[in-house]
């Protein structure tokens, strides 16, 4: 099992590269695909860890202007740490959420906010869990 680091010691170990403008029709959908990369010698629990005290990975999109209609994590990879086997991702990955335009949707822009869960772990320890938020532009045409 990981131990928690001091909060002094915690940095971010996952980042997101920039996100781009989603651009949708009134009523119609689009993929946003977010690209995630996890440092070197690090790896974050997976959305399905297998272990139910570990966090997982969770990428939550607040009520906005869009609905969401399904996120899709990649499949994880199996490592084992000390005796045990976990779930995990490592490296860059992405996450894929398909989104849902109102057929009241007006030519414009607007702003969709979520938020990405993680918690960070070498072989050796994990980092106390951290929140990464995401701003997604979005284009109505």
């Known amino acids: 099992m990981c131990l928690p680091l001091s909060l002094a010691a915690q940095q ?9 403008e989603l651009t949708i029709k009134p009523g119609g959908t689009a993929v946003e695909t977010l690209r995630v990369v996890v440092e070197p010698s690090f790896h974050v629990n997976s959305d399905k860890p297998k272990d139910e005290f570990v ?10 202007p869009l609905e969401t209609e399904y996120t ?7 490592i084992k740490v000390g005796d045990q086997m976990l779930t995990v991702f490592t490296g860059a990955f992405n996450i894929e959420t398909e989104f849902k335009a109102p057929e009241s949707s007006t030519p414009g822009t607007s702003m969709m906010t979520g938020k990405l869960r993680y918690q960070a772990c070498n072989n050796q320890m ?5 929140t990464l938020e995401i701003r997604l532009p979005v284009l109505f045409q």
């Open 12 to 20: 971010n170990k996952l980042t997101v590269e920039p996100v781009k």
């Open 72 to 78: 899709h994590y990649p499949a994880a990879e199996e």
């Open 55 to 64: 966090i997982p990975l969770k990428l939550t999109w607040i009520r906005g």
């Open 126 to 130: 994990c980092f106390r869990p951290a």
